[in-house]
């Protein structure tokens, strides 16, 4: 079963930068699209940023120009660079990967594996 490895959070003040990581269990692992999603108590799992397979990025519009996702092929790890935080960044943060599309709904899609989440914290 695969598993994601996320790591990189920890507590920095607003205007600091962190850079999160997210590794396949399995080397040989590879998908379409990867993802960064984060959650704070009380509300859904907000979709951050994806990357696809060509490179292509797309990011929520509160983390543009601040937020950068990227992979290492080389080393099957993904990136989430995180510029200039503010305190509404606060939240656990996961990596996803693989998604799966409602035949029903095919705009809609969940992503089948997740990490265990790492923390990040922005104070004022």
């Known amino acids: 079963h695969l598993q994601l490895v996320d790591s990189g959070g920890g507590s920095v003040q607003a205007g600091g930068s962190l850079r999160l990581s997210c590794t396949p269990s399995d080397h040989r692992y590879r998908t379409q699209y990867m993802a960064w999603f984060r959650q704070t108590a009380g509300k859904e799992r907000e979709e951050v940023a994806v990357?696809?397979?060509?490179?292509?990025?797309t990011y929520t519009d509160t983390v543009k120009g601040r937020f950068t996702i990227s992979k290492d092929n080389a080393k099957n790890t993904l990136y989430l660079q995180m510029n200039s935080l503010k305190p509404e960044d606060t939240a656990m943060y996961y990596c996803?990967?693989?998604?799966?599309?409602?035949?029903?709904?095919?705009?809609?899609?969940?992503?089948?594996?997740w990490g265990q989440g790492t923390q990040v914290t922005v104070s004022s």
């Open positions: 996803a990967a693989e998604r799966w599309y409602d035949p029903a709904s095919p705009e809609k899609y969940e992503y089948v594996y």
């Open positions: 990357i696809d397979d060509d490179g292509s990025t």
